[in-house]
């Protein structure tokens, strides 16, 4: 049993991460990592290779390829070749290479907002059109949820190149029902449009949720997209900066293989290694902790918000460890982002940079102990009843 309720000490001086970012007594919520050691086949596999001493250049084998192609079959059934499967040094670097290869000053990038504050930097780094589809937001009480605009969807893939889908959703925790998967890639079909699928925090699921990746909808559709997917989120360890595309379609992959070798983008060996072993079946015990304690912390989170700030709405993520709050009906006046940082020393994420339309929300990440995730919502109770 892994004890999730204690968490190593991350406030080295020489260090620069969540934990030091801020002043020392702001309690960090913000950047989507969590607070927890990776598990322990990963740890070992990485102390071997150290211990093995020489840390040479290491690339993709077709051993890990095959090591992904079957962890994608054994959850989904979805059966992918390993020659699909292609080494990118990170999800952000993974739809980065697609918007070079599927995007031009006239066909932009189509994302559904509020959405991951990187999806908004493609158009600056890769210069081309964002196309915003912003999501219809309902309100049941206290409880947010969001909605698929589709008359937007539909007028916006006119201008696009490529489709930058988040699933499941970051910041919003949804899981697109199979419904929802089959008209986008309709729709993206129709208007031959590039559907790149950021699947990172698909096996992050809360309760006994299920997913299904874009891609294996149906072999139409997996011929027009790019599956992205990563150990990072799920076993804790994005610094290693390992993450795959997998491409069914021979003459897409060879042109993003190209692009990913013209830009140099080498996995860390340490990466690969850390992939392998995530992959592989032997974290899963952990995974399952894992995810019963995160669902824990979300209904525990859910519940104090409910309780304690009734006039916070919240979402009630179905995957991730992020959940989505909406301080507009409090007294708050201007970012809810400052005011907690300047009223409460919590640091969490300022809802604007997800979108205008994340303008008076945060968010704010539970993938911590229950312990630092109480103080932290008990600080923010406190600071918003000092209004
Ligand atoms: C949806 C999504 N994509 C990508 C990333 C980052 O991926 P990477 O660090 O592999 O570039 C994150 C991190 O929060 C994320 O939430």
Redesign the pocket.
């Known amino acids: 049993m892994t004890n999730f309720n204690v968490v190593p000490n991350r406030r080295n001086p020489n260090n620069y991460n969540k934990w030091t970012y801020y002043p020392k007594d702001v309690l960090p919520m913000w950047v989507?990592d969590m607070d927890f050691p990776a598990p322990k086949p990963i740890l070992a596999a990485l102390h071997k290779a150290v211990d093995h001493g020489v840390l040479g250049y290491e690339l993709p084998s077709l051993a890990l390829k095959e090591v992904v192609a079957a962890r994608m079959d054994k959850l989904y059934g979805w059966k992918v070749r390993p020659e699909a499967v292609v080494a990118v040094t990170?999800?952000?670097?993974?739809f980065s290479v697609a918007a070079r290869i599927a995007c031009t000053p006239r066909k932009g990038v189509l994302i559904q907002t509020p959405v991951?504050n990187?999806f908004h930097e493609v158009k600056n780094n890769i210069g081309v059109p964002q196309l915003d589809a912003p999501f219809i937001k309902h309100v049941n009480g206290n409880i947010l949820s969001y909605e698929i605009d589709w008359d937007i969807f539909e007028k916006q893939i006119k201008k696009a190149g490529m489709f930058l889908l988040?699933n499941p959703h970051?910041p919003l925790g949804i899981i697109f029902p199979r419904k929802d998967l089959l008209k986008m890639a309709e729709i993206c079909i129709k208007n031959n449009v590039l559907i790149v699928s950021?699947e990172?925090?698909s096996e992050l699921l809360l309760d006994d949720n299920k997913f299904t990746p874009m891609a294996k909808l149906s072999a139409e559709t997996a011929k027009h997209t790019i599956t992205l997917i990563?150990p990072?989120?799920t076993f804790n360890v994005?610094g290693l900066?390992c993450?795959f595309a997998i491409i069914t379609d021979k003459e897409l992959r060879e042109r993003y293989e190209k692009e990913v070798n013209h830009l140099r983008l080498h996995v860390s060996s340490m990466g690969l290694f850390a992939a392998r072993t995530a992959f592989s079946g032997d974290c899963d015990g952990w995974l399952k902790e894992l995810r019963r304690y995160l669902t824990g912390n979300r209904d525990f989170l859910v519940e104090y918000v409910t309780k304690y700030m009734p006039e916070v709405r919240t979402t009630i993520p179905d995957a991730t460890y992020l959940s989505w709050l909406d301080f507009s009906q409090t007294k708050i006046e201007g970012s809810p982002f400052q005011f907690f940082l300047k009223n409460a020393r919590v640091a969490v994420s300022e809802g604007r940079i997800f979108g205008e339309n994340g303008e008076g929300h945060i968010r704010l990440n539970f993938g911590t102990s229950r312990k630092i995730l109480e103080q932290g919502l008990g600080r923010m109770r406190k600071a918003l009843q000092s209004i």
């Open positions: 989507a990170g999800i952000v670097s993974g991951y990187e988040c970051n950021d990172i925090h990563a990072s989120k994005p900066f993450g």
